[in-house]
């Protein structure tokens, strides 16, 4: 099971750091990632992180502002967003796959998502 959160309001330009913790299992084997649905809109890939060597990826639109990591200690995954923008309000699900891949088909596990509100 994954359990994402730490959402929550902030205004443009602030940050939050999002937490995605496992029970039950661990990443060892797995990446982890992070998706985004706006309302109206469909899961839109965020950034995602193999667990083992921590290899990274991004969306082009993330990029820069924020940072996926991980810490093995506490099997939790988490989601820095530095420089918060009022497009970036979205629903964020923490997900886990095999792949480092941008589709939604990729991930098999899907924590339940954790509400960012940025206001302008």
């Known amino acids: 099971q994954l359990q994402a959160s730490g959402g929550g309001l902030v205004q443009a330009g602030g940050s939050l750091r999002l937490p995605c913790a496992a029970s039950g299992r661990t990443f060892e084997d797995a990446v982890i990632g992070w998706f985004r649905q706006a309302p109206g809109k469909e899961h839109v890939f965020v950034a995602t992180i193999r667990w083992i060597g921590g290899r990274t990826r991004y969306a082009d639109s993330v990029e820069g502002r924020f940072t996926i990591s991980r810490d093995n200690a506490k099997n939790t995954a988490y989601l820095q967003m530095n420089n918060l923008k009022p497009e970036d309000t979205a629903v964020y699900f923490c997900?886990?796959?095999?792949?480092?891949?941008?589709?939604?088909?990729?991930?098999?596990?899907w924590g339940q998502g954790t509400q960012v509100t940025v206001s302008s």
């Open positions: 997900v886990a796959g095999a792949y480092m891949k941008s589709d939604r088909g990729a991930y098999s596990f």
